[in-house]
């Protein structure tokens, strides 16, 4: 079992910032992936960033986040971070963290993030 608490999000202006960050029950380097997902009203779910295996083989970011988006991790604290930068009103999402673990599929419990003026 794998426990995940989520903190951050909230209410932006266009061109703002805020941090996510996801705290894990177990060591990041003992799951096959660990990162973010967010689901838009009325759309399904989509992935945002992803490290896979600890960092090892890589990091995966959708393109659209992409220079306004930073997945970071601090191991000791068994922690991921999702920095987002010039927010937009289409980054307005609930935002899941998620954990690939013995194959799996763990997920926080959300937390919205709303982009508007």
């Known amino acids: 079992q794998v426990q995940l608490v989520e903190s951050g999000g909230g209410l932006v202006q266009p061109g703002g910032s805020l941090r996510l960050s996801c705290a894990a029950s177990k060591s990041i380097f003992s799951f096959n992936a660990m990162g973010w997902y967010r689901q838009a009203p009325g759309k399904g779910r989509e992935l945002v960033a992803l490290?896979?295996?600890?960092?090892?083989?890589?990091?995966n970011i959708q393109d659209s986040v992409k220079g306004r988006f930073t997945l970071s991790r601090d191991n000791a604290k068994n922690t991921v971070y999702l920095q987002m930068n010039n927010l937009k009103p289409e980054d307005t999402a609930v935002y899941y963290c998620?954990?690939?673990?013995?194959?799996?599929?763990?997920w926080g419990q959300g937390t919205q993030v709303t982009v508007s003026s």
């Open positions: 490290i896979r295996d600890g960092g090892r083989t890589g990091t």
């Open positions: 998620y954990v690939l673990y013995v194959s799996t599929n763990y």
